[in-house]
């Protein structure tokens, strides 16, 4: 009978060989067996060498089948983390990114001195802006919206599981259609790729994620303008517009931000990568 390592060394192979990046394979293997096995990291570490009984090794060869044709991990798992805290993830909702992370620290930040501040998160997905919002800043009251009745199913049941789906209203709509401002914050993280840069996406987004949570237009800014339009208006005097971008659209987002009188506190928070990812912009008071 073989050795869990040894299923998981000859499943990173495998997910190479169907193109996984080397230095996601590794990981991806580990994760799915420890799945398999209701293992934590720590478990897994000490327990390696043990036999792997036959329903673990099956368990695990159709998780490794599914990430092999491509699947994403959060898929197959059914879950993903964000700001520290497991949120439950499936086919037709975005994966929350560790970039989108950012969009919590300015909107935190942005939120200083706000006692009981109203929050809208536009595109709520998961619904993990929202939640961990509604985490981090008890004193405040938020509206999430999102096109998708499966997307909010999922978020609605993610905010059972953390506790606050009472300090959370969900609304089926586009951007804030039939939602009543002013806010104190508007939280986003819209679709900004381009149209044309669908070919050169990974398999794992460009088959398996959400189009409509991915693609804006020509240039990936048809929500990201559309989003800017409406702070102008939703948003309270000292109110912030907090909104992830993709790469090198911050110059066309600054003059979007001008024309909306919202383009003399604009600022934007880089990512690791160096990319400008945040964008942080005030209403006047």
């Known amino acids: 009978?073989?050795?869990?390592?040894?299923?998981?060394?000859?499943?990173?192979i495998r997910l190479v060989a169907a193109g996984v990046p080397?230095?996601?394979?590794?990981?991806?293997?580990?994760?799915?067996?420890?799945?398999?096995?209701?293992?934590?990291?720590?478990?897994?570490?000490?327990k390696r060498d043990e036999a792997a009984a036959p329903a673990v090794g099956a368990a695990f060869a159709a998780a490794l089948t599914r990430?092999?044709?491509?699947?994403?991990?959060?898929?197959?798992?059914?879950?993903?983390?964000?700001?520290?805290?497991?949120?439950?993830?499936?086919?037709?909702?975005?994966?929350?990114?560790?970039?989108?992370?950012?969009?919590?620290?300015?909107?935190?930040?942005?939120?200083?001195?706000?006692?009981?501040?109203?929050?809208?998160?536009?595109?709520?997905?998961?619904?993990?802006?929202?939640?961990?919002?509604?985490?981090?800043c008890p004193s405040s009251s938020i509206v999430a919206t999102d096109i998708s009745a499966a997307a909010l199913a999922g978020?609605?049941?993610?905010?059972?599981?953390?506790?606050?789906?009472?300090?959370?209203?969900?609304?089926?709509?586009?951007?804030?259609?039939?939602?009543?401002?002013?806010?104190?914050l508007i939280v986003t993280n819209p679709p900004y790729v381009p149209d044309r840069d669908e070919p050169d996406l990974a398999p794992e987004v460009a088959a398996h994620e959400p189009h409509s949570a991915l693609f804006a237009g020509p240039d990936g800014l048809r929500a990201v303008r559309a989003v800017i339009a409406l702070a102008a208006t939703a948003l309270a005097p000292g109110g912030a517009l907090v909104m992830e971008i993709g790469v090198g659209q911050w110059p066309a987002v600054q003059v979007a931000l001008a024309a909306a009188g919202l383009g003399g506190s604009a600022r934007v928070r880089a990512d690791v990568q160096g990319i400008p990812r945040a964008v942080v912009a005030t209403r006047g008071i």
């Open 1 to 12: 009978m073989a050795r869990l390592r040894d299923l998981v060394d000859a499943a990173r």
């Open 22 to 46: 080397a230095s996601e394979a590794a990981l991806d293997a580990e994760l799915l067996m420890r799945d398999a096995l209701g293992w934590d990291r720590a478990s897994w570490l000490t």
């Open 67 to 136: 990430r092999a044709a491509r699947e994403p991990v959060a898929y197959i798992r059914g879950v993903q983390e964000f700001y520290g805290r497991a949120f439950q993830v499936g086919p037709g909702v975005l994966i929350p990114r560790p970039e989108t992370e950012l969009l919590v620290d300015e909107s935190l930040t942005a939120l200083t001195g706000h006692g009981q501040p109203r929050i809208v998160d536009i595109g709520t997905g998961s619904g993990c802006l929202a939640i961990t919002l509604a985490l981090e």
């Open 155 to 184: 978020a609605r049941a993610n905010a059972a599981a953390h506790g606050v789906a009472g300090r959370i209203t969900f609304v089926e709509t586009s951007f804030l259609d039939g939602v009543a401002g002013p806010f104190d």
